[in-house]
């Protein structure tokens, strides 16, 4: 079955620094893949997401390129912020699991918490 | 901000009683799914409605139910709770190739 690898975590780095959280994944479709962010008591906001190989999502700073050789959806930011500070999941959604509509269900990595110091 | 309305935001229960969580969609978004949260865990996929029929599940048992209305507001059941039912509760809704926009979460805690 579809599954998503996060790095290991969490991370801690101070102001200004560059990040790149790691994932990778395993589907049997063509799936898209998204990058969510999650801060503390709140739900999940979508941060960037690819639908196809070589696509590169961009958001805040955020970047992600879908990586279909490595299998990976790596995120990275060149200068990380305080307010980065958050929870991050990378996920996929296979669409030939969609039944009908334009996503399937998604499936999750098991998150990775980001502490930026100032 | 979110399209996404969860209610309540939290929620008490009991072992063993029943549990109604309520999401309201924006207009015109005929996708909704359910995933549950366990503190410190990524979601994990419950099940998804398409036009008000289920057409997804993940490996959650029977006692966790599902409705979604005309209006694109949807329920989440849970019967005879159980202790590790205790989580964040999100809903999620979509159009097209917008992908998924999420709620805040119901917080539901069963003592």
């Known amino acids: 079955g579809d599954s998503v690898t996060q790095m290991e975590g969490p991370v801690t780095l101070s102001e200004e620094a560059c990040l790149t959280i790691n994932c990778t994944y395993t589907a049997t479709g063509y799936p898209s893949l998204f990058w969510y962010v999650q801060y503390p008591g709140e739900g999940l906001q979508l941060l960037l997401k690819?639908?196809?190989?070589?696509d590169k999502g961009s958001n805040k700073g955020f970047e992600a390129t879908y990586r279909k050789e490595t299998t990976s959806f790596h995120l990275e930011k060149g200068s990380v912020q305080v307010s980065d500070s958050a929870v991050y999941f990378c996920a996929l959604s296979d669409a030939s699991n969609a039944g009908g509509t334009s996503y399937g269900k998604l499936t999750f990595g098991q998150g990775t918490i980001l502490t930026v110091h100032p | 901000e979110t399209g996404v309305t969860q209610s309540p935001t939290h929620l008490i229960k009991t072992r063993g009683q029943q549990v109604t969580l309520r999401c309201s969609s924006q207009s015109g978004h005929n996708t909704v799914s359910w995933y549950q949260q366990a503190l410190g865990q990524g979601p994990q996929f419950i099940f998804q409605y398409y036009r008000e029929e289920e057409n997804g599940r993940g490996n959650f048992p029977p006692r966790f139910s599902g409705l979604q209305f005309p209006n694109y507001s949807s329920e989440l059941n849970v019967n005879a709770l159980e202790l590790d039912d205790s989580a964040l509760y999100l809903c999620a809704s979509s159009l097209l190739d917008y992908g998924y926009t999420f709620g805040s979460g119901t917080r539901l805690t069963v003592v």
């Open positions: 690819a639908t196809k190989a070589d």
